[in-house]
Nanobody, 128 residues
Framework: QVQLVESGGGLVQAGDSLRLSCSAS????????MGWFRQPPGKEREFVGT????????YYADSVNGRFTISRDNTKKAVYLQMNKLKPEDTAVYYCAVFNSQGYDDSNRSRQDSYASWGQGTQVTVSS
């Protein structure tokens, strides 16, 4: 059973940067394809971005592409979400999760139901 713990959230101003961390348990972290999602207040959870196991394949939602960057350190069993040029609409609870589906392509890598082992989330609030 994989356990994920997100951290790094907080209250920032528009235009600021923030880096979220997701720490994982489990000896097979190096094989995990990881995803980040977020749930804005009063809205459904939505896809933010995803990275394959060797960091060579990343994919982002249009709303964050060019501002957010996913990275990982397999030696630390951690994945990160660097968020730059934050906007008030980025306010949300941010979650990491492990990809848990067959294949990994445009048909499934942004779908919530392709992921499992969700963390508890970390709150990011961006003030205007």
């Amino acid at each position: 059973q994989v356990q994920l713990v997100e951290s790094g959230g907080g209250l920032v101003q528009a235009g600021d940067s923030l880096r979220l961390s997701c720490s994982a348990s489990g000896r097979t972290f190096i094989t995990f394809y990881m995803g980040w999602f977020r749930q804005p207040p009063g809205k459904e959870r939505e896809f933010v971005g995803t990275m394959n196991w060797n960091s060579r394949n990343t994919y982002y939602a249009d709303s964050v592409n060019g501002r957010f960057t996913i990275s990982r350190d397999n030696t630390k069993k951690a994945v990160y979400l660097q968020m730059n040029k934050l906007k008030p609409e980025d306010t949300a609870v941010y979650y990491c999760a492990v990809f848990n589906s067959q294949g990994y392509d445009d048909s499934n890598r942004s779908r919530q139901d392709s992921y499992a082992s969700w963390g508890q989330g970390t709150q990011v609030t961006v003030s205007s």
